[in-house]
């Protein structure tokens, strides 16, 4: 999936104007990361939610984002 697609997905959960990225992990081969960021986010202050989750494909990394961005809200 698409950076715009993945953050259609998150949007569609309900977490409206949150972006998402899914990546190869850096250090581990065949992992995936995913950073989900509210939309308040600056990555130059350091202001605002990141959400930052590994998993096994994209699909898993990608849950485990959108479930830890879910559970925070609460």
Do not use: I, Y
Request: with cysteine; proline share 4%.
């Amino acid at each position: 999936m698409s950076d715009d697609q993945h953050t259609a997905a998150v949007r569609d959960a309900g977490l409206t104007g949150w972006k998402a990225a899914v990546r190869a992990h850096p250090e581990v081969n065949g992992r995936k990361v995913c950073v989900l960021t509210s939309p308040d986010f600056n990555p130059v202050t350091g202001k605002g939610r990141s959400v930052v989750r590994h998993g096994t494909d994209e699909a898993d990394a990608f849950a485990r984002a959108l479930k830890a961005a879910k559970g925070s809200l609460h």
